[in-house]
């Protein structure tokens, strides 16, 4: 059953090789995800999943020691998740949201549990969400959870996705259900609005929410922001 899950942001941005000169400006992020991680280590799972977004609406698994990189963002920096065998030239590279999550577990040293990935498609339906959730509580007694998401990218006039009305409100939603580990909240987002804004969270945040079914978690929003007009989130449950 899940014991843990740590909700963070995955902007590429997190990851001051890339931000370069604009780094400082997610560092209170940065701390808040080291926070979050820190609550998975103190509940000593057996199994770790990041689950994150992708493109389109289907679902990927991704083995412990799977690799990644910032190539496509400019920086020459690779990525391992967890520990694991030997990754092989025709093995599928992490997405990006799986990349970050990889490369926040290394800024901690984690060596707790076994990491595995989980992408889910922005896509994805709400009942397959919830699916995945409940395989992923399923595997193990003691599962933590690192869930990787972006809220609306419709927060300002120089979004990613412009200015759209709609966003604060989706945004303010997604951040109580986060604090307060609201999981029918959660399940409840409406996954065409969340496309709409470009919230890439909305899947991950509903696996989550299945996955925490029954377990009694308690959470805090450990950081909220939304620079670049896009919303950012950091909690943590347990």
């Not at 014991?3 to 997190?14: F, I, S």
């Not at 967890?82 to 040293?109: I, Y």
């Not at 419709?154 to 996705?161: E, T, V």
């Not at 303010?172 to 109580?176: C, N, P």
């Given at each position: 059953?899940?014991?843990?899950?740590?909700?963070?942001?995955?902007?590429?941005?997190?990851?001051?090789?890339?931000?370069?000169?604009?780094a400082p400006e997610l560092d209170a992020a940065r701390t808040a995800c080291?926070?979050?991680l820190a609550v998975l280590a103190a509940a000593r799972p057996d199994r770790l999943f990041v689950v994150g977004p992708a493109e389109g609406d289907t679902m990927e698994r991704y083995a412990a020691g799977a690799v990644g990189d910032f190539r496509g963002f400019?920086?020459?920096l690779g990525?391992?998740?967890?520990?694991?065998?030997?990754?092989?030239?025709?093995?599928?590279?992490?997405?990006?949201?799986?990349?970050?999550?990889?490369?926040?577990?290394?800024?901690?040293?984690w060596a707790g549990a076994p990491v595995e990935g989980l992408a889910v498609g922005e896509r994805l339906?709400?009942?397959?969400?919830a699916d995945a959730g409940r395989d992923l509580?399923?595997?193990?007694?003691?599962?933590?959870?690192l869930v990787m998401g972006d809220g609306s990218a419709?927060?300002?006039?120089?979004?990613?996705?412009y200015l759209d009305d709609r966003a604060a409100g989706f945004d303010?939603?997604?951040?109580?259900a986060l604090g307060t580990a609201d999981t029918a909240a959660l399940s409840a987002l409406d996954e065409h609005l969340a496309y709409e804004l470009k919230a890439a969270g909305r899947a991950p945040w509903q696996v989550l929410a299945a996955a925490a079914e029954g377990a009694g978690l308690e959470g805090r929003l450990l950081h909220e922001d939304a620079p670049y007009g896009v919303g950012y989130f950091v909690a943590a449950w347990s």
């Open positions: 059953m899940l014991v843990a899950a740590a909700v963070c942001p995955c902007p590429p941005l997190l990851v001051p090789d890339v931000a370069a000169g604009a080291s926070d979050a400019g920086v020459d990525v391992r998740l967890g520990h694991g065998g030997a990754a092989r030239a025709e093995d599928r590279r992490l997405p990006a949201s799986l990349a970050v999550g990889a490369w926040l577990l290394a800024r901690v040293d339906s709400p009942a397959r969400c509580a399923a595997h193990a007694d003691r599962v933590a959870l419709c927060r300002s006039l120089k979004a990613p996705g303010e939603a997604a951040a109580r």
